[in-house]
C-alpha cells in the first residue's frame, strides 16, 4: 500500500528541546514538503526538497533544519530557537519535475504541543 | 509573494448548494486545486483545473475559473453531512513548478 506516514501522531516537549518529525513516503516521489498549520492561517510552507541532497528554505524556515539523506525520508527538527512552535505540523509529497499536474500527496500529520 | 484568499466560514443546509470561492494574486498560476481535510487529519485532493480551462465537472464538483478575475471557485451539489470539513484552494506557478501556495481554508458547516 502506497502512502505518506508521519510519526508520532501526538508529541509533547519541554520548552527548550529539539525535537525531530518523522515523515516517509513509499511513492518514489522526488519531492517532499513540510508545511505548518495554525488555525485560521492555512499551511504554510516550511522547507521543501525537490530531489535527494537538496533542499530550499520556504515561508517560515527560522527555527526548523531538515535533511534529505534518503528519497524516502524528508524529517523535520524543531530547534529551541523556534519561537511559538505548538502547531499541526504536516508532510508532502509529490512527483516532481515535470510540467503537468503536480498533486501533493499529505501525510495525517503530527501535532506537537510544547509545555 | 503570491497571496491565495479565501472566506473562513460557510454554512449550508444538508441537499443545498454550497460555493466555496478563492482569489489569487499571480497571473503565473499553472493548475489550481481544491483540497479537503477533515479534522485532525492530512489533506486529500479532491479535483484541479489547469489554468487554461475556465470549467470542470467531476460528479457533485464543479469549478470555475476566471482567469481575468483571478477567481477560482468550488461549487459542491446536493452537500452532504459527510463533505463537513476544511477546503483550500492552492495554486502552482510556472516559475516555480514545485511551490505550492494554499490558501487559509473555509470551513464548511453542513446542517442537517
Given at each position: 500500500?502506497?502512502?505518506?506516514?508521519?510519526?508520532?501522531?501526538?508529541?509533547?516537549?519541554?520548552?527548550?528541546?529539539?525535537?525531530?518529525?518523522?515523515?516517509?513516503?513509499?511513492?518514489?516521489?522526488?519531492?517532499?514538503?513540510?508545511?505548518?498549520?495554525?488555525?485560521?492561517?492555512?499551511?504554510?510552507?516550511?522547507?521543501?526538497?525537490?530531489?535527494?541532497?537538496?533542499?530550499?528554505?520556504?515561508?517560515?524556515?527560522?527555527?526548523?533544519?531538515?535533511?534529505?539523506?534518503?528519497?524516502?525520508?524528508?524529517?523535520?527538527?524543531?530547534?529551541?530557537?523556534?519561537?511559538?512552535?505548538?502547531?499541526?505540523?504536516?508532510?508532502?509529497?509529490?512527483?516532481?519535475?515535470?510540467?503537468?499536474?503536480?498533486?501533493?500527496?499529505?501525510?495525517?500529520?503530527?501535532?506537537?504541543?510544547?509545555? | 509573494?503570491?497571496?491565495?484568499?479565501?472566506?473562513?466560514?460557510?454554512?449550508?443546509?444538508?441537499?443545498?448548494?454550497?460555493?466555496?470561492?478563492?482569489?489569487?494574486?499571480?497571473?503565473?498560476?499553472?493548475?489550481?486545486?481544491?483540497?479537503?481535510?477533515?479534522?485532525?487529519?492530512?489533506?486529500?485532493?479532491?479535483?484541479?483545473i489547469f489554468s487554461n480551462m475556465d470549467m470542470k465537472?467531476?460528479?457533485?464538483?464543479?469549478v470555475l475559473l476566471n482567469k481575468k478575475?483571478?477567481?477560482?471557485?468550488?461549487?459542491?451539489?446536493?452537500?452532504?453531512?459527510?463533505?463537513?470539513?476544511?477546503?483550500?484552494?492552492?495554486?502552482?506557478?510556472?516559475?516555480?513548478?514545485?511551490?505550492?501556495?494554499?490558501?487559509?481554508?473555509?470551513?464548511?458547516?453542513?446542517?442537517?
Amino acid at each position: 500500500d502506497g502512502g505518506i506516514t508521519q510519526s508520532p501522531k501526538y508529541l509533547f516537549r519541554k520548552e527548550g528541546q529539539n525535537v525531530t518529525l518523522s515523515c516517509e513516503q513509499n511513492l518514489n516521489h522526488d519531492a517532499m514538503y513540510w508545511y505548518r498549520q495554525d488555525p485560521g492561517q492555512g499551511l504554510r510552507l516550511i522547507y521543501y526538497s525537490q530531489i535527494v541532497n537538496d533542499f530550499q528554505k520556504g515561508d517560515i524556515a527560522e527555527g526548523y533544519s531538515v535533511s534529505r539523506e534518503k528519497k524516502e525520508s524528508f524529517p523535520l527538527t524543531v530547534t529551541s530557537a523556534q519561537k511559538n512552535p505548538t502547531a499541526f505540523y504536516l508532510c508532502a509529497s509529490s512527483i516532481g519535475f515535470g510540467t503537468g499536474v503536480n498533486e501533493q500527496f499529505f501525510g495525517p500529520g503530527t501535532r506537537l504541543t510544547v509545555l | 509573494g503570491e497571496d491565495v484568499e479565501q472566506s473562513l466560514f460557510l454554512s449550508v443546509r444538508e441537499g443545498d448548494s454550497s460555493v466555496i470561492n478563492c482569489t489569487y494574486t499571480d497571473s503565473s498560476s499553472t493548475y489550481l486545486y481544491w483540497y479537503k481535510q477533515e479534522p485532525g487529519a492530512g489533506l486529500q485532493l479532491l479535483t484541479y483545473i489547469f489554468s487554461n480551462m475556465d470549467m470542470k465537472q467531476d460528479q457533485r464538483l464543479t469549478v470555475l475559473l476566471n482567469k481575468k478575475d483571478k477567481h477560482l471557485s468550488l461549487r459542491i451539489a446536493d452537500t452532504q453531512t459527510g463533505d463537513s470539513a476544511i477546503y483550500f484552494c492552492a495554486e502552482s506557478l510556472l516559475y516555480n513548478f514545485n511551490k505550492f501556495y494554499f490558501g487559509s481554508g473555509t470551513k464548511l458547516n453542513v446542517k442537517p
